[in-house]
């Protein structure tokens, strides 16, 4: 990797869930090797002269997920899970609040799964199917695929929907219980992708 004259490298933060660009940083060999290794994103303040994680004043972290650097070897790209807003605003990203997307409805359902299993919260549903265990868990990911399956032979797209969206909703909350994040899965699909 190509570091500038001052020893820095600019870090271009992006969701890795929804791919939107968070924010950008500046980092030198050591933010870099300890990012590595803590797996939080650390950089390099220019302003203040010290390394700084990102997140250790305000609690809202980026979870080093992946990196690479350009074709120039002079960038990197991080891929990151923000625990929290990025900017020093409250925005999501430092370039400004964007119009959700699905993903960002996608992205906050995995943090929110996350998050429950972290820190139980009383009279939560996601606790309740926790609390059951992986049998029932995997249980209701059978019958909303069932329910599913009955509203694809009926002519009613609302409610064959409506049973897309619960049974999305249990399976994330299978993959949490297996530990398997939503990234991996779709890593299997890239994989089958033909050429």
Known sequence: MKYDSNGLIPAIIQDSTTKEVLMLGYMN????KQTQETKLV??????RNEIWVKGATSGNYL???DWSLDCDEDTFLIQARATGPTCHTGTTSCFGEVKPVPLNTL???IDTINER???PKEGSYIQSLIEKGLPKIAQ???E??????IEAMRNEPELFKEEAADLLFHYLILLRAKEVSLDE????LSGREKE
């Open 63 to 65: 979870e080093l997920i």
């Open 144 to 149: 909303e695929g069932v329910e599913i399956v």
């Open 185 to 188: 899965i779709l890593g299997v």
């Open 107 to 109: 992205s906050k359902l």
């Open 42 to 47: 650390t950089f390099f303040s220019r302003s």
């Open 140 to 142: 209701k990911v059978g």
């Open 29 to 32: 060999e050591t933010s870099f």
């Open 117 to 119: 299993f972290r820190i």
